[in-house]
């Protein structure tokens, strides 16, 4: 939820700097939009690092405000049992930013600069 929000607020800033290109050329609206989805793998990328653990704070917040930690720790869980799923999850998105950094990004990164400079 949290990458969400930042990727929308970031593709929007990026939409307006991407706007003042339009009517040079061939540059038209949808060519900026073409160019705006395209270069989304990589602001997901920039986003990961400090999303995640907004998230994570925000999510560990949450279920501690409606006492569920306390609950677990009653039930015997325990507290690093509770940060190792916490880690799991943080590492299992840290494989999947690098899967995104490494071989998605770059290639419609390019896509998208070729979408620009073509109009």
Do not use: Q
Not at 17 to 28: K, Q, V
Not at 57 to 70: D, R
Not at 71 to 82: E, K, L, N, V
């Amino acid at each position: 939820m949290i990458i969400f929000v930042i990727l929308t607020l970031d593709s929007f800033i990026n939409f307006i700097n991407l706007s003042d290109d339009i009517g040079r050329g061939s540059y038209t609206i949808s060519n900026t939009f073409h160019t705006l989805l395209f270069s989304i793998p990589s602001r997901i990328y920039l986003i990961f690092p400090f999303a995640v653990p907004i998230g994570a704070i925000i999510g560990l917040s949450y279920i501690n405000s409606s006492s569920e930690i306390i609950a677990m720790r009653s039930a015997g869980i325990s507290t690093y049992r509770i940060i190792f799923s916490v880690l799991k999850l943080g590492i299992l998105l840290s494989l999947l930013s690098f899967f995104i950094g490494e071989y998605i990004a770059p290639i419609t990164e390019k896509i998208a600069l070729k979408e620009k400079h073509s109009a």
